[in-house]
């Protein structure tokens, strides 16, 4: 490249694009933040520690069996298996009761879950692997976060 013309106005249009690609990139990650939580009951503050799935099987009619899906997945080392069940005032003791049979399915399929019941405005019942972090970790981050 000769060095005689004037490429000043390139500067300007690098930072430009630069700019462009930031905005861009945040505007995303806004949107598809806003999409993630509508699509999850919120979490409370000092709640469980849990990371993100890495597989997902949803309790309904007509789709396969948790032990089904057990068996088709191959967990790694330090996967956590979850029985989430999210439930109506009205829906509390089937949803619990279910919640109860999917962890005996599990159990007896050699992988002990957690088990977590709590309100929500629908009925789901839900069972992720997920790498969760250390809670004890987790609080001491919630725990300097709110100093």
Same mark, same amino acid.
């Given at each position: 490249m000769t060095g005689n013309g004037n490429n000043?106005?390139? /500067? !300007?249009?690098?930072d430009l694009s630069l700019i462009l690609f930031i905005v861009t990139g945040a505007t995303l990650a806004g949107s598809l933040g806003k999409a993630r939580e509508d699509d999850v009951e919120p979490r409370? !503050?000092? &709640?469980? #520690?849990?990371? /993100? #799935?890495?597989?997902?099987? $949803?309790?309904?009619?007509?789709?396969?069996?948790? +032990?089904?899906?057990? #068996?088709?997945?191959? +967990? &790694?080392? &330090? =996967?956590?298996? $979850?029985? =989430?069940?999210?439930?109506?005032p009205a829906d509390r003791a089937a /949803?619990?009761?279910? #919640?109860? =049979?999917?962890?005996?399915?599990?159990i007896a399929a050699g992988q002990p879950p957690r088990v977590i019941v709590q309100p929500a405005s629908a009925t789901r019942?839900?069972?992720?692997?997920?790498?969760?972090?250390? +809670?004890q970790l987790a609080q001491g981050l919630l725990q300097e976060g709110q100093q």
């Open positions: 000043s106005w390139l /500067v !300007p249009l690098a409370l !503050p000092g &709640g469980i #520690a849990q990371g /993100v #799935a890495a597989s997902i099987y $949803t309790d309904a009619a007509g789709g396969p069996s948790l +032990a089904e899906w057990l #068996a088709q997945y191959r +967990a &790694g080392p &330090g =996967e956590q298996l $979850t029985i =989430e069940a999210f439930h109506t /949803v619990t009761s279910r #919640a109860e =049979e999917l962890a005996q399915q599990a019942i839900m069972a992720l692997f997920a790498y969760d972090g250390e +809670a």
